[in-house]
């Protein structure tokens, strides 16, 4: 954790010196350090949090998944009656590992850690190329002889950026609720079906 937040510290400074030898107004670099900043350190906090959430829960399934094959390939019915203690273990180990990788793998796909990962790497990057080809007025600010007159395109930028970043975040927002609500329905209409079923049943 640290480590995270001295890497989080060190751009926050190292961006702040780039920023003072920039010839801009006090509003200009207000808005570096207020917007373009802030959100660069927020969303570099929130990919490295979802990337270590997303690891953790895919190594936890992976590694599960493969040793559970290995328990229930042991044949527990041929352990002595005397080795009750390890006919025990194997048959415990075997419970928690599974129910451990199923929760993994539920939570994962709740939450989508690599979905989020990859989507706030995604616009922190972009945002962090706009600032460097900003100071050294490179890219889209190549025709532009100071940081005062390539500002104005730097800040529409970084705002399509955000923009872009919202409304994908929106969208996914929006397909996981439908989704949420596609497997509450078939679950419903699952459970009916089978009422149904006992019901004719027992009418016979």
């Given at each position: 954790m640290a480590k995270k937040d001295s890497y989080q510290e060190f751009l926050k400074e190292d961006f702040n010196k780039l920023f003072a030898g920039m010839n801009l107004s006090d509003v200009q670099k207000h808005f570096l350090r207020s917007r373009w900043l802030d959100q660069v350190l927020w969303?570099?906090?929130?990919?490295?949090?979802?990337?270590?959430?997303?690891?953790?829960?895919?190594?936890?399934t992976i590694i599960g998944g493969i040793i559970l094959p290995a328990l229930v390939s042991l044949n527990i019915n041929t352990i002595s009656p005397e080795s009750k203690t390890t006919r025990n273990l194997i048959i415990g180990s075997t419970f928690v590992i599974s129910q451990l990788v199923a929760i993994s793998a539920a939570i994962e796909e709740f939450f989508h850690y690599g979905e989020r990962?990859?989507?706030?790497?995604?616009?922190?990057?972009?945002?962090?190329?706009?600032?460097?080809?900003?100071?050294?007025?490179?890219?889209?600010?190549?025709?532009?002889?100071?940081?005062?007159?390539?500002?104005?395109?730097f800040a529409g930028q970084v705002e399509d950026i955000i923009q872009?970043?919202?409304?994908?975040?929106?969208?996914?927002?929006?397909?996981?609720?439908?989704?949420?609500?596609?497997?509450?329905?078939?679950?419903?209409?699952?459970?009916?079906?089978?009422?149904?079923n006992v019901e004719e049943k027992k009418e016979e």
């Open positions: 969303m570099e906090g929130k990919a490295n949090f979802s990337r270590d959430r997303y690891y953790f829960l895919r190594l936890t990962w990859r989507h706030y790497r995604r616009t922190v990057e972009s945002l962090k190329t706009q600032g460097w080809q900003f100071s050294q007025l490179a890219g889209p600010y190549r025709d532009y002889t100071t940081h005062e007159h390539a500002f104005n395109l872009r970043d919202v409304e994908v975040y929106a969208t996914q927002v929006v397909q996981e609720k439908k989704q949420e609500q596609q497997n509450q329905e078939n679950y419903i209409f699952t459970q009916n079906t089978k009422i149904t």
